[in-house]
């Protein structure tokens, strides 16, 4: 006799305000999605910042075994904050503007394939970055990128075009900030900082690679340095962005290392998941090895 294992339980936790179309209304095309795959599953919605890891905690503590973040990288980082140590998986059906940690994990961008990886999933597990106590899954980063992170927020509207006009806008303000990294091995450098990026995942969102060689299971950042961003170099470094050879293009200097120390010569901004964080002058960035279950 053929005995058919349970569904899967889910829990679906929505942030209603994410992506930049707002007439779907995701809850109905989530239960019709969900109901479609034999899905045995509720959903949950956000009201505030940092709802998503209370909720992701509480429906871990009730038993779901994956959680699905429906939003951007900010609700993709708060859900899977509230799953560390947990005996639940991440699942991720991306609406945000970049979703970065989908495209590295390759789940599909469309609701409906979204809804069904979720339903019908296989499990891996993925490294986790913090700096100074803030997690981070995909990129954490100091410098432009987190000042354009600060602005693109204050922006209003939301989108690619929104982010590319506020860094095109901001990269004629912005100057670099003294430095001095310490990298696991002992090197030390003394150098500027356009962007310091740490990359536990190849890129920051919209396929803008800015580690096209990073793995997120190898126990390991990719550290991606851009001392200075002259026109020449912008240039550069927007191509390799877009095709994922910055590696390659001398645009930018690369390092790995599981622990990096940095000390700034002044208040510089810093960013987790594309969140704008605060300024500080002093950072501590760690890996910790496969410490996230996540559903693909």
Known sequence: MLHLLPPVRICFILNPTSGTNRTQDVPVLLTRYATTAGADFSIRLTEYAGHATELARVAAFEGYRVIVAVGGDGTVNEVARGLLGTAAALGIVPRG??????????IPLDLPGAVRRACQPTFQRID????????FFCTAG???DAH??????KAGTRGLSTYVKVALREYRRYRPVPVQVQLENALLLDTHCYVLAFANAAQYGNNAYIAPRADIQDGLLDVCLIDELPMLRAVRVGVGL??????TSGGAAYHTSR???VAAAQPIGFHVDGDYVADATDFEVELTPLALEVAV
């Open 148 to 153: 354009v992170s600060k602005m693109f927020a």
């Open 97 to 106: 503007s970049g979703n970065g940690l989908a495209r590295h994990l390759r």
């Open 259 to 261: 622990h990096i120390r």
């Open 242 to 247: 877009a095709l994922g050879t910055l590696a």
């Open 142 to 144: 100091l410098g432009f």
């Open 128 to 135: 986790a970055g913090r700096i100074n106590g803030h997690w």
